[in-house]
């Protein structure tokens, strides 16, 4: 079983749709959860990043971590199409040992 | 130059070839990454570098070596490769290896094995 799982879609929407895209993972240690974004021809970004479970929100993007149920969420308010770009997720155990694990990316394009 | 830079950007290279990718950080980081992005893969960790001592190596073959001669600049020398080696290389640094710890990425290098 693959510790971090993600649709790698592609998704489609118009402009201004909400957006909502999801993770599920397997270990119950991990306890930062973060969401990259990933533009054609560039290296990933941070755009998001949350500690155990909650909500957090930052401008148009909020994101969401049910430790519960072992699900992570993004969504995206107002979508532009700057938005367009692959959406990572990633969770990390938390101590200086273990590393980032990612998902394959979900691929958002948002037509205008 | 500011952030993560690589080069080179492309790298096409037969399989007896002997290359090497180069990773610069200018962010004043203590740990330094390689990773592979391949198609529909996750990003797959390849090695971890904390203050220029290798912490990790996520079972990579050692037809890719890396070097890492101080805190500010990554290699990964490649040879004998094949051609499921083809991907985007990225490189990226972070002020140390816990969880909390942005990490920021290079544009990475397009490597195709023929």
């Known amino acids: 079983q693959k510790e971090v799982e993600q649709d790698p879609g592609p998704l489609s929407v118009p402009e201004g749709a909400i957006v909502s895209l999801n993770c599920t993972y397997s270990n119950s240690a991990f306890q930062y959860f973060m969401w990259y974004r990933q533009y054609s021809r560039k290296g990933p970004e941070l755009l998001m990043y949350?500690?155990?479970?909650g909500n957090k929100e930052d401008g148009r993007f909020t994101a969401q971590v049910d430790k519960s149920s072992k699900y992570i969420s993004l969504f995206i308010r107002d979508s532009q199409p700057s938005d367009s770009a692959t959406y990572l997720c990633?969770?990390?155990?938390?101590?200086?040992?273990?590393?980032?694990?990612f998902g394959k990316g979900t691929k958002l394009s948002v037509k205008p | 130059e500011t952030g993560v830079t690589q080069t080179p950007r492309h790298l096409v290279m037969g399989m007896t070839n002997k290359k090497s990718l180069k990773c610069e950080q200018h962010l004043g980081h203590n740990a330094m990454y390689w990773y592979k992005q391949s198609a529909k893969k996750p990003l797959e960790l390849m090695f971890v570098y904390n203050f220029k001592e290798q912490t990790e190596n996520n079972s990579v073959p050692s037809r890719f070596s890396p070097e890492c001669p101080n805190s500010s600049h990554l290699f990964l020398h490649l040879h004998t490769l094949q051609p499921e080696d083809s991907a985007l290389y990225l490189c990226?640094?972070?002020?140390?290896?816990?969880?909390?710890?942005?990490?920021?990425f290079g544009p990475g290098t397009r490597l195709t094995v023929l």
């Open positions: 949350t500690y155990s479970s």
């Open positions: 990633a969770s990390h155990y938390g101590g200086s040992q273990g590393n980032l694990i």
């Open positions: 990226a640094s972070s002020g140390g290896t816990s969880g909390h710890n942005e990490q920021f």
